[in-house]
């Protein structure tokens, strides 16, 4: 409901993104700040590598499963990368991986029926993600020093910092860079997709509105 609405930097706390070097546009590095409690909603990486450090203060990932219904860009490539017979190629057994699920040639070894997995981003209805309950599959503190790496073939993941009290502080390299990304409802994993600003570029401080979706967490 809050979608879109205009609202005041005052009343939304969360964590700031700050871009620190944009890599003659390979790469992203940016510096984010988190204050007591600060947390980032269940989110993917747009297809992006995401190598982050920790330099003050300490916080906890929480990966989770993609919801059922939703494929990582990465694996529909792998797919279609893997894919096992074409029209000019015969499949083999050894050239059969994991990441050929159901091959869509229904000549080939490896066809299991038409699938049917149509990406629910593509669908309004709540309804379509009722039994789709975010899977936690790992949780992680990291204090300072700590480096930590996720892609979209490793899951999505959160971000929080635990501290009622202190403050902390991320380094974060991303490549490619990207400027949207998709956030998914911790409850039903109907992921919506997002725009992710800075809060500043190069030590000046961006003028911008902030739009309520955000990838603060608004979930807990
Ligand atoms: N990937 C998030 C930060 S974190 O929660 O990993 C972002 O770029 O805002
Ligand atoms: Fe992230």
């Known amino acids: 409901m809050l979608n879109g609405m205009q609202i005041n930097e005052r009343m939304i706390s969360k964590y700031t993104r700050n871009l620190v070097d944009a890599g003659n546009g390979a790469f992203n590095i940016m510096v984010l700040c988190w204050g007591p409690g600060h947390a980032s909603a269940i ?44 029209a000019n190629e015969i499949a083999t057994e050894d050239r059969t991986s994991d990441l050929i699920y159901n091959c869509q040639n229904d000549t080939c070894p490896n066809f299991r029926g038409k699938s049917d997995n149509t990406e629910h981003r593509e669908q309004d209805g709540d309804q379509d993600y ?84 955000d990838i603060v967490d608004s979930q807990e």
């Open 43 to 86: 989110h993917d990486h747009a297809d992006s590598h995401c190598f982050m450090k920790i330099l003050s203060g300490s916080l906890e990932e929480v990966r989770y499963e993609w919801p059922n219904n939703v494929e990582p860009e990465v694996l529909k490539k792998l797919k279609t990368k893997n894919s096992c017979c074409s």
């Open 130 to 213: 009722d039994a789709n309950k975010m899977a936690e599959i790992g949780r992680t503190s990291l204090e300072v020093n700590d480096v930590c790496y996720i892609n979209d073939a490793l899951g999505l993941h959160r971000m929080e910092n635990p501290s009622y009290v202190d403050g902390a502080v991320s380094l974060h390299l991303y490549c490619p860079p990207f400027d949207s990304c998709r956030m998914f409802d911790a409850r039903t994993g109907k992921p919506t997709d997002i725009k992710v600003t800075f809060w500043s570029m190069y030590g000046k401080k961006v003028k911008r509105v902030i739009e309520a979706n």
